[in-house]
C-alpha cells in the first residue's frame, strides 16, 4: 500500500539568514539535511509495517473481500485450513491433498515447521495469481487459471500452491533467535517488519521459484522465456552492479526479484548445497539487520552479496555463451527493435491485407496497438487499459479485439468484464472470455472460456447463424492459445495438466480434436498453422526458437534460432511470411522471414544447448503421486467471528498525512469480514495522545464502523489577526457508514467514496482559559453529521511519469452539529492534472476553501508552504506546481541508499485568511527517489524546499517527505 502525502518534518534549516552567503546556505542545508535524514531514518525504523511492508502484511482491502452472500466452509487437514465457498468443495480437496503431499518435500532444505495457515480460495477475481501474509496469517488462492506463458508450464492450482506454500516453510524458517523475539514483542507484526527488513525479496520469491521448478514438470525455470531478460543483458556485455540489477531503475530495464532470486538462489543451492541457505537464515536471525543477509551469505559462502552476484552471474554468462557456440542464427527482416528505453512490441499478427499489427508497452507510455506500414512510422489504432495477458487479436480485416480488466466496483475484484469484442459478437455466452480468434473467411469465432466455476473450454460459433457450433473441453487441463489456422478449419491450441504442456488440433470438418505434441516439460506456446503445418515456440535446444510440426507425419522441424530466444509466430494471410517477436537488452522487437527461404532443420539434428538444470535437479520430485485423500473429512461451516481476535497482531504504525504516530492491534480475520481494531494515536505536529477501539463489519456494500475514543486534541488558529493555541482533553463516540467505488475505464481510473458519519465528541480541560466569552471553547458536547464525498478520474500513469498525464480530483466535506448551530464546517477541493511540456512532465492546479463556524475541526487542506500551519474560520488555497525529472543517476550511496531520480517542482501558493489576510509563496522542490537499505521494499520521495514568504518579506528552506511508495 502506497502511503502519499504532504507530510512535512518540520526541520527549519533557516528562515533568515543573509542570502549573499552561498557557503553559509551550503553548510546549514548539509546539516538540516544530515539531521533530517538521522530523524526519518529513526522513523523508518518505528514504522517498518508501513509502505510495501504494510503491503506485505496487510494486502490492499480489495481482492481479498467479497460481495455478501457467500456461504463459506472448511476442511482442516495436518497443517493446512482451507477455507472455499459452498459448490467449491472438489477445488478445496485437491489443494489440500497437494499441500499435505508436497509438505515434506518443501520443508526438507529448513526441517522447520509453521503454525496451522487458513488458505482461502478466491473465486471471483479473474487474476492468476496467490499471497501469503502475516497479521492474519493467512493465504490467498485464486482459482482463476492465467494465461501468462512463464507462469503456467504446469496444472496452474498446483505450480500456485507449492509456490505459495513455499513461502510459507520461510516464515516458519524464520521464527528462530531475533526474529522469535520480534514475534514475542509484536507478533505477526513484528516478524514480518523484521524479515522484510532484513532479507531482500529476490531471496524469498526466488527461493519459492527454485522449489516450483523442482517439484513439477513445469515450473518457471524450466522456461527459457523465464530469465531471458537476464540472458540479453549479460550476452550483450553490460555487466550492471548487484544494486542496479536488484534495486533496478527508471532508466534502464532490469529484471525483476522473481528473476534475479531465482538465479541467484540456484546457484547458491547447486554449488553450495542444500542447506546452504538454512545456514544463512540462521546466521541472519541472530541480529537481523538490512546488511545480515550478506553477511549471511559471507558466512557460508566466504562472498559478501556483491561478491557472490559476481560469481554467480560469471557462471552464468559463461554458460550461456556456451550456448552460443556454433549458434547459426536464422537472417530475418527488422520490423519493430527498441532501442534504450525498455519498449516491448508483443503478438504480432497480420490481416487478410498483409498488414502486420502489434501491442507496444514501456516505460514512458501504456499500452498501444501499432499498425505497421513500409511507407510510414507505425499508426496508433487503439490505446486499451489494461489488457489481460498483454493480447490482442486483429480480424482478417484489421479490426482491433481484446478484453481489458475491470474493477467490482465495490469489492475491488480484477475481472475481464470488459472485452470490446462483446459488441462485434453480443451473442458469446457467459463467463470470463479472455482470448478470442475469427477464421480467415470470418465464418467461426472461436472463445476461450473460464466459467464461474473456474473450469474452461473453447466454444467455436457459426457468425452468421450465431449458434453454438462445437465445445471443446479437456476435464482436469488449462487451455490456453487458441488459434485458427490459414487457408483451413483447424483450430490449434495448448493444454496444460500435471505432464506438461500438449499441442492439439481440433477440425472443424469431422469435429475431432487430435493431439499433435504429447505432454511434456518442454515450454511449449503460441500456436499458428496452415493446412499443413502448425508453427510455435519450444525450447528443444535449450534456447526459445520457432518450430514447426507437420499435422500428417507429426515430424517437428526448427524453423528460427535467435541468440535470446524468438517466439510467437504469425502466418499472413497468404502463408508465405511470418512475422515473430525475438528478445533484446531493451525489450521486445518485431521480426518478419520468408518462408520459402528458410532451410528447416529436422528436430533431431537440432544441438542441445540446455543450460545444465537436469544437474540443478538434484532430487526429482516431478513425478511424486498424490498419495492420501481428505474426502473423508467433513466440512464445516466458518463463521468470520472465529478469528476476531489475535492478541499478537500489534504493531506502530503511521499516517503520513495527518503526521500521525500509531500503535495499532487488528483482528485475525482470514476474510476481513468482520474486523476490530484498537489504536493509539500521538500527533507530533500537535504533541497530542489519542486512543480508539472500533469494530468494522465491511461484507456489505456499505462498511460499517462502531468506534469510541479518548485523549487530548490541540489546534492552532487564527482570530482577529492573532495567533492562539488551544489544547483540551476529549472523549468521543460515533458510527460511520462509508460507500466506496473503484472504475477502470481503459486507461483511466475512476473513485468514488461517500462517507456518513455521526459522533458524540466531549470537550473538557481545555486550556489556556482566557478565550473571554466565546461559545466555542467551552465544557461541551458537541454531535457532529459529517458527510464526505471524494471522487477522482485519472489516467494511469507510466513507470516513468511522475503525476498523471490527465486527471481530477474532487472532495467535498460537510461537517455540522445537529445539536446547536454552534460548530459546522464546509469544505471543498479540486486538483487539475495536466501534460507539461515534455515527456514526463506535468503541471498540477489545485483549489481549496475551508469555511467553519466557531473553529474547532481540524483544516481540510495544507496552508501555502513556507509557512506554519494555520486554522480560520475561512482558508481558502490556490496552488499551481510544474514537476520535471531532472535526472536518473542509479547511484549506490555507502549501501544506505540507492538514488534513482532527482526531480524539480516549481511552486506558488496564495492562502487566504478570512477573505482578506494573503499568505503567498513561490519557490523550487528538489526531490529524489530513492530505496534506502539495499531493501528493494519500500520507494521514499524526500526533498529539500526553498520558499520565498511574500508576506514575511523572508525565505524558508525545508526538508520534507513527500511519499513513501512500493518499490516496483
Known amino acids: 500500500m502506497a502511503v502519499q502525502g504532504g507530510f512535512l518534518f518540520s526541520v527549519k534549516v533557516s528562515s533568515f539568514f543573509d542570502t549573499n552567503s552561498l557557503w553559509q546556505l551550503f553548510l546549514k542545508l548539509t546539516r538540516g539535511v544530515y539531521f533530517a535524514f538521522r530523524r526519518i531514518m529513526r522513523y523508518f525504523l518505528l514504522t517498518l509495517s508501513l509502505g510495501s511492508v504494510y503491503a506485505q502484511l496487510y494486502p490492499t482491502l480489495g481482492q481479498e473481500q467479497f460481495p455478501p452472500g457467500y456461504s463459506w466452509k472448511v476442511l482442516e487437514g495436518e497443517h493446512y485450513l482451507l477455507i472455499f465457498p459452498e459448490g467449491f468443495r472438489s477445488f478445496a480437496e485437491y489443494s489440500l491433498n497437494l499441500l499435505e503431499n508436497y509438505h515434506e518435500a518443501l520443508r526438507d532444505s529448513y526441517s522447520s515447521d509453521f503454525p496451522k495457515i487458513p488458505v482461502v480460495l478466491n473465486h471471483t477475481a479473474a487474476v492468476g495469481n496467490g499471497f501469503v501474509s502475516l497479521a492474519p496469517w493467512r493465504s490467498y488462492f485464486y482459482l482463476f487459471p492465467t494465461s501468462e506463458f512463464s507462469l503456467s508450464g504446469s496444472e496452474w492450482l498446483e505450480l500456485l500452491a507449492l509456490h505459495e506454500a513455499r513461502h510459507m516453510v520461510q516464515y516458519g524458517a524464520i521464527r528462530q533467535s531475533f526474529y522469535r523475539l520480534g514475534y514475542i514483542l509484536a507478533g505477526d507484526q513484528g516478524l514480518g517488519a523484521l524479515s522484510l527488513f532484513s532479507l531482500p525479496s529476490w531471496y524469498f520469491e526466488g527461493d519459492a521459484v527454485v522449489y516450483e521448478t523442482l517439484l513439477t514438470r513445469g515450473g518457471r525455470g524450466r522456461n527459457p522465456r523465464f530469465g531471458r531478460q537476464t540472458r540479453a543483458l549479460l550476452l550483450a556485455n553490460y555487466e550492471p552492479s548487484y544494486s542496479q540489477f536488484f534495486l533496478r531503475s527508471y532508466d534502464y530495464h532490469y529484471p525483476d526479484h522473481y528473476e534475479l532470486g531465482y538465479l541467484l538462489m540456484r546457484y547458491l543451492k547447486t554449488k553450495y548445497g542444500d542447506k546452504a541457505i538454512r545456514e544463512v537464515i540462521r546466521y541472519t536471525s541472530q541480529f537481523p539487520h538490512p546488511w545480515r543477509f550478506s553477511g549471511g551469505l559471507s558466512y557460508v559462502t566466504g562472498k559478501d552479496i556483491d561478491e557472490f552476484y559476481q560469481e554467480a552471474f560469471s557462471y552464468y554468462r559463461d554458460l550461456w555463451r556456451r550456448q552460443q557456440e556454433n549458434l547459426k542464427p536464422t537472417s530475418f527482416s527488422v520490423i519493430f527493435e527498441p532501442t534504450h528505453f525498455l519498449t516491448d512490441c508483443d503478438h504480432p499478427q497480420y490481416d487478410a491485407y498483409d498488414k502486420l499489427y502489434c501491442v507496444r508497452s514501456g516505460y514512458d507510455h501504456l499500452s498501444e496497438v501499432l499498425q505497421f506500414s513500409s511507407e510510414r512510422e507505425p499508426t496508433i489504432l487503439a490505446r486499451p487499459g489494461i489488457l489481460y495477458d498483454d493480447f490482442v487479436f486483429i480480424t482478417p480485416q484489421g479490426e482491433v479485439l481484446y478484453a481489458e480488466y475491470r474493477y467490482h466496483p465495490r469489492f475491488g475484484q480484477l475481472s475481464t ?552
Open 417 to 968: 468484464a470488459y472485452a470490446n469484442f462483446r459488441n462485434k459478437y453480443p451473442f458469446l455466452q457467459d463467463g470470463e472470455i479472455t482470448r478470442l480468434t475469427v477464421s480467415d473467411d470470418e465464418k467461426y469465432v472461436a472463445a476461450l472460456v473460464t466459467t464461474r466455476e473456474r473450469t474452461q473450454k473453447i466454444q467455436i460459433f457459426e457468425i452468421s447463424s450465431q449458434r453454438l457450433f462445437a465445445e471443446i473441453e479437456h476435464s482436469q487441463s488449462q487451455i490456453q492459445m487458441q488459434r485458427f489456422s490459414r487457408k483451413s478449419y483447424f483450430l490449434d491450441y495448448i493444454v496444460i495438466n500435471r505432464d506438461g504442456r500438449a499441442l492439439w488440433q481440433f477440425s472443424l470438418i469431422d469435429l475431432q480434436k487430435k493431439e499433435l505434441v504429447a505432454a511434456s516439460s518442454y515450454p511449449i506456446a503460441d500456436p499458428h498453422g496452415d493446412e499443413r503445418d502448425v508453427y510455435f515456440s519450444a525450447n528443444y535446444d535449450g534456447l526459445e526458437g520457432i518450430y514447426k510440426i507437420n499435422r500428417s507425419t507429426k515430424k517437428i522441424y526448427q524453423v528460427i534460432s535467435h541468440p535470446l530466444g524468438a517466439f510467437r509466430p504469425s502466418l499472413n494471410a497468404s502463408t508465405e511470411k511470418l512475422a515473430f517477436n525475438y528478445y533484446t537488452p531493451y525489450g521486445h522487437g518485431v521480426g518478419e522471414v520468408i518462408l520459402h527461404k528458410l532451410s528447416p532443420t529436422p528436430l533431431e539434428k537440432v544441438i542441445n544447448r540446455e543450460d545444465g538444470l537436469a544437474d540443478f535437479a538434484e532430487k526429482d520430485f516431478a513425478n511424486l503421486k498424490l498419495k492420501s485423500s481428505y474426502r473423508q473429512l467433513s466440512e464445516k461451516n466458518y463463521s468470520p467471528w472465529r478469528s476476531l481476535v489475535n492478541v499478537h497482531s500489534w504493531a506502530p504504525m503511521a499516517d503520513v498525512n495527518n503526521r500521525d504516530l500509531k500503535f495499532m492491534v487488528r483482528s485475525d480475520s482470514p476474510l476481513h469480514d468482520v474486523g476490530w481494531s484498537a489504536t493509539y494515536t500521538y500527533n507530533q505536529n500537535e504533541r497530542t495522545h489519542f486512543g480508539e477501539l472500533a469494530l468494522n463489519y465491511s461484507a456489505l456494500w456499505p462498511q460499517l464502523t462502531l468506534s469510541g475514543g479518548y485523549g487530548n486534541r490541540a489546534l492552532r488558529f487564527v482570530e482577529d489577526n492573532t495567533q492562539k493555541f488551544y489544547r483540551w482533553q476529549e472523549q468521543s463516540w460515533g458510527f460511520i457508514s462509508k460507500l466506496p467505488f473503484r472504475y477502470l475505464f481503459g486507461h483511466y481510473l475512476s473513485q468514488l467514496e461517500i462517507l456518513g458519519q455521526i459522533e458524540q465528541r466531549q470537550l473538557f480541560n481545555i486550556l489556556p482559559h482566557d478565550f473571554g466569552t466565546k461559545d466555542y471553547f467551552k465544557n461541551t458536547r458537541v454531535y457532529p453529521l459529517s458527510l464526505e464525498l471524494s471522487c477522482a478520474l485519472k489516467r494511469r500513469m507510466a513507470r516513468r511519469e511522475i503525476q498523471p498525464r490527465w486527471g481530477a480530483e474532487l472532495r467535498g466535506l460537510l461537517r455540522k452539529d445537529v445539536a446547536s448551530s454552534l460548530y459546522e464546517q464546509r469544505a471543498t477541493s479540486l486538483t487539475i492534472y495536466l501534460p507539461g511540456i515534455f515527456t514526463n512532465h506535468g503541471i498540477s492546479l489545485e483549489g481549496s476553501h475551508d469555511e467553519q463556524k466557531n473553529v474547532y475541526f481540524p483544516a481540510a487542506s495544507r496552508f501555502a508552504r513556507g509557512y506554519a500551519a494555520l486554522l480560520a474560520p475561512s482558508v481558502s488555497i490556490l496552488s499551481l506546481n510544474y514537476i520535471f525529472p531532472l535526472f536518473y543517476p542509479d547511484l549506490n550511496v555507502l549501501h544506505l541508499l540507492f538514488v534513482r531520480r532527482f526531480k524539480w517542482n516549481f511552486f506558488y501558493d496564495r492562502a487566504y485568511l478570512n477573505e482578506k489576510d494573503i499568505y503567498e509563496s513561490a519557490g523550487g522542490e528538489l526531490t529524489m527517489d530513492f530505496v534506502p537499505f539495499k531493501l528493494n521494499v519500500f520507494e521514499v520521495d524526500l526533498g529539500v524546499r526553498y520558499s520565498y514568504l511574500f508576506r514575511l518579506k523572508s525565505e524558508s528552506y525545508d526538508i520534507f517527505l513527500r511519499a513513501i511508495r512500493p518499490a516496483f
